[in-house]
């Protein structure tokens, strides 16, 4: 017998708590555990959570997702996101559980613009992060299990956290100069919609691998900023076009990052909404309290929006 139907790590992320909200939604049994609960760092500790609790299915949520920061730390980046991603996938076997592993379009380099990015494109990661949760995924596959899925998404924001549009209105509210990049191009991934898709693929159980689950549409982040003002009311800020490259960040980003979801759409019978369908109920959740300050208490914690 199954204790609970799904275990949610990363559950203090901005993705992991959407998922719990869904699950509670769906009157599902979940249990969410974070670094406190289920440090990644231990595999000790992996497989005592997942055996202690004996899931249907493990969503994985878990990561270090400060890009840029992944590149002064490469191998913690690899050990969190890549090894450990191996250790939750055997404690999952061993658990006979299913296991859900989000991934990122991070993992390919963009280099065909405008073609939507296929599940089984060549994996060509431009950097740390992206590398790291490519050995995730390798790590998720190599069971070969009809029950372990990697879905990979997008551009993530949602209501409570720090994302990309509160950041937008932020600045503009404050009255400082917007400048943001043109020659980014993707696809803007609501977590409400992303947690719902999540939860069908546990519970519709399509074939084993790879899916994409995004928003419908794309745009660059310039037109998302665009778009975020339009929708807030403040449409007459001005937003400078700015490139990629003269930010100077220290990982590079994929130029083209749309994917292509129709084997997700195919599995759930529709696609995610558009977009901009999702910036507005985003807009409507989102509580306008301050952003959280970006967490301190380890290396490379903190969240970035892209
Ligand atoms: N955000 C995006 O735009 C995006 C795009 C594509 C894919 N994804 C993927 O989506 C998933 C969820 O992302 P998110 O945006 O919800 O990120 P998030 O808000 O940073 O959540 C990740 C959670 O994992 C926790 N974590 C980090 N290191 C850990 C460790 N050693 N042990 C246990 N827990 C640890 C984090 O804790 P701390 O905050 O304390 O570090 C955080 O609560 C990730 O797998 C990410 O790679 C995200």
Redesign the pocket.
């Known amino acids: 017998m199954r204790r609970i139907d799904y275990l949610v790590?990363?559950?203090?992320?901005?993705?992991?708590r959407a998922v719990l909200a869904e699950a509670q939604r769906r009157g599902r049994h979940a249990v969410g555990?974070?670094?406190q609960e289920?440090?990644?760092?231990s595999r000790a500790a992996v497989h005592a959570v997942v055996a202690g609790q004996r899931p249907g299915a493990v969503v994985?949520?878990?990561?270090?997702?400060n890009v840029d920061g992944c590149e002064q730390e490469p191998l913690l980046a690899h050990r969190?996101?890549g090894l450990?991603t191996g250790w939750v996938a055997e404690a999952a076997a061993a658990a006979g559980a299913a296991l859900v592993y989000?991934?990122?379009?991070?993992v390919f380099d963009g280099a065909q613009p405008g073609v939507p990015i296929a599940v089984d494109a060549p994996l060509r990661p431009l950097s740390v992060y992206g590398a790291s949760?490519a050995l995730g995924e390798v790590a998720v596959l190599a069971h070969g299990r009809p029950d372990f899925w990697v879905v990979?998404?997008?551009?993530?924001?949602g209501p409570g956290?720090r994302n990309f549009p509160r950041a937008i209105l932020d600045r503009a509210r404050s009255g400082q100069p917007l400048a943001v990049v043109t020659d980014q191009v993707g696809r803007p991934?609501m977590?409400h919609d992303l947690a719902e898709a999540l939860l069908d693929v546990a519970d519709l159980r399509p074939p084993g691998g790879i899916y994409h689950a995004a928003n419908e549409g794309s745009c660059s982040w310039h037109q998302f900023a665009v778009d975020v003002l339009r929708e807030s009311g403040l449409g007459h800020v001005a937003v400078a076009p700015q490139l990629a490259a003269d930010l100077k960040r220290p990982a590079a980003r994929p130029a083209w990052s749309v994917l292509d979801t129709s084997a997700l759409a195919a599995v759930r019978g529709r696609p995610l909404p558009h977009y901009q369908d999702a910036l507005r109920r985003h807009l409507q959740l989102d509580d306008g309290a301050a952003a959280p300050p970006p967490?301190t208490?380890?290396p490379?914690?903190?969240?970035e929006?892209?």
């Open positions: 790590t990363g559950a203090l992320g901005q993705l992991g555990v974070d670094v289920m440090p990644l760092e994985h949520c878990g990561a270090i997702t969190i996101n450990a989000v991934s990122t379009d991070f949760k990979r998404t997008s551009w993530v924001f956290g991934t977590t967490p208490n380890g490379l914690r903190g969240k929006y892209t």
